[in-house]
C-alpha cells in the first residue's frame, strides 16, 4: 500500500479538526437546550404551584361563605314556615303568595350554597367515599319518596322504572342519589308537560347505566359540550324565569368520575333530553365487605 502523503495527512487532520468543532457546537447547542428545559420546568412548577395555590384559596373561599350563609338561610326558612303555619296569626291571599315567594327563593339559597360547598369538596379532594352494598329497588323507593312533595305541577308524570336483572350494587349510594337528584330536578324544571322517566341497564357484566330521560324543551346542540361545566346555563325563555346556579350537572359530572364513571347527555331542541351516568357496580379500588 502506498504511505500517507503530507496532503493526505493534512486532509484527515482538517476533517478531524471540523469534527471536533461541529461536536464542540453540538454540545453548546445541547447545553443551551438542557438550560432551557430547566428553565421551561421550573417556571412550569412554579405555575403549578400558584394554581394549586389559587385552587385551594378558591375552595377555602367557597367552603367559608358557604357556611356563613347557612345562618341566614336557615333564619329565612324557619321565619316561612312559621309563617305558613299561621303561628302568629292569619295571612291575607296576598301575603301567603309573597310568603311562599320568599320560602322558593331560600330554598334556591340554601340548593346553591349546597352545590358551593360540595364543589369546593371535590376541588379541594375532600370528599369521602363510602361505599356500601345496596338495591336498586331501595334507591329508587327513596329517590321517589324524595320528590312526591316537589312535584306541584300536575302536567308532569314522573315515573322510576322497575329495575330487572340488576344485582346489588356496591358503590357510595348517597353519591349516585346526589348524581341522580341533580338530574330529575333539572328535568323536572325543564319539562313544562308530559314526563320524566328514571331507569337503569346493565352494560356488559361490570357496569350499569342510569338514564333521566324527558320530554322538555330540550337542548341545542352547541349547548352539549358545555352543559357539564361550571355555572354552564341553557340560554332559553323558560331558563330566563328559572334561577339556578349552572352548578348541578358540573357537580354530577365531577361525582361520576369520583365512583369511576361518567356522564353524557342525548337532546334535541323540542324533543326532550336524556341525561345519563355509567359507574361501576363494584367501585374500582374498594374492598366489600
Do not use: C
Not at 395555590?53 to 378558591?58: F, I, N, P, V, Y
Not at 337503569?200 to 361545566?229: C, K, M, N, Y
Not at 354552564?232 to 354530577?252: A, C, E, F, I, P
Amino acid at each position: 500500500m502506498p504511505g500517507n502523503t503530507p496532503a493526505t495527512l493534512e486532509e484527515a487532520a482538517a476533517a478531524l479538526e471540523r469534527a471536533r468543532v461541529e461536536a464542540d457546537m453540538l454540545r453548546s447547542e445541547l447545553e443551551e437546550t438542557n438550560r432551557g428545559v430547566l428553565a421551561l420546568y421550573a417556571e412550569l412548577d412554579a405555575q403549578a404551584d400558584q394554581l394549586r395555590e389559587a385552587t385551594e384559596l378558591k375552595s377555602r373561599f367557597l367552603a367559608y361563605m358557604s357556611h356563613e350563609f347557612r345562618t341566614p338561610i336557615n333564619s329565612m326558612r324557619s321565619i316561612t314556615r312559621l309563617l305558613l303555619d299561621r303561628v302568629d296569626g292569619p295571612l291575607t291571599e296576598e301575603q301567603e303568595k309573597q310568603v311562599r315567594f320568599i320560602q322558593q327563593n331560600a330554598a334556591e339559597f340554601a340548593e346553591m350554597v349546597d352545590d358551593l360547598l360540595d364543589l369546593a369538596k371535590v376541588e379541594a379532594g375532600r370528599v369521602e367515599i363510602s361505599p356500601a352494598w345496596f338495591e336498586m329497588v331501595d334507591l329508587f323507593s327513596a329517590l321517589r319518596g324524595m320528590f312526591k312533595p316537589v312535584l306541584t305541577n300536575p302536567a308532569v308524570n314522573l315515573v322510576f322504572e322497575e329495575p330487572h336483572d340488576i344485582p346489588k350494587l356496591y358503590t357510595d349510594d348517597r353519591k349516585l342519589s346526589q348524581i341522580l337528584r341533580n338530574f330529575v330536578s333539572n328535568a323536572l324544571k325543564f319539562t313544562p308537560k308530559g314526563e320524566v322517566r328514571v331507569s337503569a341497564r346493565l352494560e356488559g357484566d361490570d357496569r350499569v347505566t342510569f338514564a333521566v330521560a324527558d320530554s322538555g324543551i330540550g337542548i341545542a346542540p352547541e349547548f352539549h359540550h358545555t352543559i357539564f361545566q361550571d355555572f354552564s346555563q341553557v340560554h332559553s325563555q323558560l331558563q330566563k324565569r328559572l334561577r339556578g346556579t349552572g352548578l348541578g350537572l358540573s357537580l354530577s359530572k365531577r361525582l361520576a368520575e369520583i365512583l369511576g364513571g361518567s356522564v353524557w347527555l342525548e337532546s334535541e331542541p323540542g324533543k326532550g333530553s336524556t341525561f345519563s351516568v355509567t359507574i361501576p357496580i363494584q367501585l374500582e379500588g374498594a374492598r366489600p365487605e
